[in-house]
């Protein structure tokens, strides 16, 4: 009994197979002929001067905090958003709907408080 | 047994559909971009230049692959399938048409997975790309690349949650997850006697919203800073040649085509023909190409027109405009619904 | 069929926390403990519990993982500075205490299991009903309203806390 899940895995193994066939087929088809210069880092012509692997700024990391604490934010709103239509049919949707925009308040004040601390501005 | 053949033929069919549509996506890139810029165009494989994807395909192929040295060679390798793959599994849940037939009582609809969290699925897996192009960037030991994979990162995360956001409002509204059902649930009344009830009459601003996230998410003009070729070099890419470098343009054609689907099933009814409720599947097939391909061709006009962005004036875009909006919008949307 | 798919993704799983532990880059550890959540997902799926098995991979797969990725390369963490630190053959030193730790886990994860009735057929349809979404969000905003609104002061107060990282690191930059 094929449940939609069946079709899921079986793309699943044909996206796979299609990838893993073209990286090995132009692997053993395309031609070799390496030399120092050609796997040295493209850097316009210049020899690099550096490691390639700077370290980053920080604000990739608040990027991805932030990013992290609204997809949990995200999260909630999807039982809320899925189920909203039940709640409201069953009669307390106002009093659901008053528990989650609490809930978003307190998200959105959030937002406002990296807004202020200039944690939102990219140059400082 | 035989549901499971249907089935598998079904996906094959998709699967080889997607591909083709991003071969042609290729070709319709140059050929429109061609005509803006007042040229013509490829014009020599084939009749009109119809055979360059092909052509294309196969000369990745027979190219010389460069991995650099080092111990990154593994992640180099993986990164571009890392890529990839999340772009084509996303369009599993894209409902292209409604039921095609019926089989032992079992309906084959017109999408690969009909799942009842459709609507989330598709952000979830569509997210993993971003893996593919972080560590494309880090492992081509590069600097350039480097850059280009991390800004590419940011900024998907970033639009990625007004996305979410967005689409909430439009599955509070249709009070349901299933893209299938969102899709129907447009169709089943009209507004004011005579517009379809589609989300995009309903929802404008989140329509307007996410079209330009969907731009920011698949790393489009005006915000390309993952290539951004006056700066970058190629971004993340620069390093990589032969089908390595094809996966990436491949992936970046999917999730195009899948943002642009996924689109059309959120905000203009999918596959339905206005005014005509009973469309054959093969016409609601139909209708489902044309909306989706009306908006291939935006983001290929709008690459060829607008110039880039400052990326601190993306961000800002992403976190001071489009995440406020979007909760506002998700607000009123659940406001309206509980009154 | 259940079970035998049910034993390879535990099998994986295993595999790909392994992986994590020993492996020398630290970023194939991410993707190790990537595989490991993909497998873990799909077991969701297997039991019926698809808003975990999405919830899983947008949050942990997703948003989390990114992080790890950029605080890998934040800190510029290469192959050398784990290099001297062979964790394979640290773990096979210790073998004993591996052993120990592992077994009292297994131990507890099949007591715990016993505890809420095994894998019964009765359990599973348990746990089937609290599945849905609905039901979820029921026992959400309902029973648990106070544990999801402190959520969002959690939710807050680790918003506070980055910024105060974040800040502190550009004054000792500007130093």
Known sequence: MPTPYTALFILLGIVVGFVVLVTVASNLLGRKRQNAEKDSPYECGMDSESPARVRISIHFYLVAV????????????????????????????ALVFAEVSAFVAVLALALAYVWRKGGLEWDR | MTVLLATLLKVLVIFGCLISAAGIST?????????IQLRRGPNRVGPFGLLQPLADGIKFMFKEEFVPPGKSRFLFILAPALAAVPAMMSVAVIPFTGRIAEIDGTPILGSVADLDMGAIFIMAVSGLGVYGIILGGWASNSKYPLLGGLRAAAQMISYELSMILIILAIVAMSGTLNLREIADAQNDHTLLGFLPAWNVFLQPLAFVLFVICT????NRHPFDFAECESELVGGFHTEYSSMKFALFFIGEYCAMIVMACLTTTLFLGGASVPFWAEAPWFIGLGSFVFKAAAFMFLFIWVRWSLPRFRYDQLMALGWKVFLPLAITNIFITGLVLAL | MEQLVFYSLGLGAVIGALGVVTAKNPILSVLSLLWTFFCLACVYLLIGFEFLAVAQILVYAGAIMVLFLFVIMLLNLGTSEAADFDTARAMGRRLPLVLLVGCTLAALSILAAQQVGGTSDEARADLRSVGSLTDLAQVMFGTYLLAFEAASILLLAGTVAVVMLAKRERRKNAA
């Not at chain 1, 932030?66 to 899925?82: N, P, R, S, Y």
């Open chain 1, 66 to 93: 932030l990013f992290i604490l609204f997809d949990v934010e995200a999260l909630f709103l999807i039982l809320w958003a899925g189920s909203a239509e039940a709640f409201n049919a069953a009669g307390h949707g």
């Open chain 2, 27 to 35: 070709l319709a890139e140059r050929k429109i971009s061609a005509w």
């Open chain 2, 215 to 218: 731009f920011a998410e698949t």
